[in-house]
């Protein structure tokens, strides 16, 4: 059978990609798992941070320097458009404090099993445990020969949304850039993007679960500051994970340097000078003192303490100005050196994949083929933490979709 469309990818993209296809057109997904979505169901840790509220011309600045290529993509599918669709189908969204999306039941299944439904009214197919392996343009009859093991399907489209490298065990394990390869797509290297960072002597390991709301981090390269940035930091068994961390990963190499100010409300001049005088006025210890005007657990006051020598049951007045600088330098400029960076196990998007300079972005197909279209992760665009990513695999999955129907002069539903 000759389809007009194969997806390949039950992710996000690939199923939305589905939702918005003319009902017309013979199409079908084909997936190499046993069912759609297994990353979709761990997202925001099972509860699915579908996007993020706002402006959507704010969501630029959150895909780096691929901002402005992909601006159309999500003007013209955006955030309110992804909240209407979920309204219409009754699953009610949710906007926290810091602008993060989610449904209300806080169940990621709730948005998987609508897009399925969608898909499956739209009269598009499913195939699951069908892992292509190579497709070959047959140039003179213009098709697609998409090949699964010992079978092969034929399509006048082919929308690739195989996602990228990260977590692997999910599905997206980036072994189809290889087969991209033979169809002349060039393939930007890929690296983990959104990654925790690995501290040498790392001291927290302890602390583990202990965060930091709005920290300030900034990254060091020889001496120099090349970047830095504000979010909430999470000590982890064994790295330092959070938004601010993540969301600055794609900047951090081994060996840099990550200076951490645990307590972003002051300067440390003012900080300092302000402890000074509750030096002189207070009867309490030194750690409770540094404790209630830094707003710090225990735990991790005792351990600034361990680390910098200085007895914590010391009285106020007998702390030396040395003493305070250090325990203030500590808690207001950590430096850490990094050992190493998480890999694509940890990784939650990948950063490089299908080059943007070879796709006719007005279509998101290839220039050179027009037929052959790509959405969500397999693109190389990766966004921060807090529901962009997710944004960008629907926005996209809807533009390829819009794409062909236009080109076969077919309608969305
Ligand atoms: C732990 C974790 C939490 C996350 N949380 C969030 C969040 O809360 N908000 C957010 O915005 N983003 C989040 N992300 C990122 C988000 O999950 C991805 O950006 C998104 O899933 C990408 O969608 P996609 O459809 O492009 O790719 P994927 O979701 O990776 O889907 C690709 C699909 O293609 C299939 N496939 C791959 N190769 C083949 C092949 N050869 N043949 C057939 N099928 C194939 C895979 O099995 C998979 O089902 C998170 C990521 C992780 C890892």
Known sequence: MLYDVIIIGAGPAGLFCGCHLDPNLDS???ERNSRP??????TGGGQCNVTHDGSIKDFLIHFGDKGKEVRQILYKYSNDALLEYFEKRHVKMIKREDGKVFPQSL???????TLVENCQENQVQLQYNRVVDKVVYEENHRVFK????DQHYLAKNLVVATGGCSYPTTGSDGRFFEALKSLNVKINSTKPGLVPVFIEGYAYEHLSGTSFEKAKIEVYRHDKKIAENTGDVLFTHKSLSGPGILDLSRNIERGDILVVNYFNKKSKEEAIQELKKHLINSKLEFNTLIRDYFELSKR???TIFTLC???SHKKTSQVSNKELMEVANKIMSDPLRVKDMGGFETAMVTSGGVSLNQLNLKRLSSAENEHLYFAGEVLDVDGDTGGYNLQFAFSSGVFC????NQETGNNEK
Do not use: E, P, T
Not at 107 to 113: E, R, S
């Open 28 to 30: 079908i997904i084909l």
């Open 401 to 404: 979709a819009r794409s062909i």
């Open 300 to 302: 991790f006051v005792d």
């Open 107 to 113: 169940q990621a299944k709730d948005v998987l099993n």
């Open 146 to 149: 998409v090949y699964s093991r």
């Open 37 to 42: 979505g297994i990353k979709l169901l761990m």
């Open 309 to 311: 020598h200085i007895d």
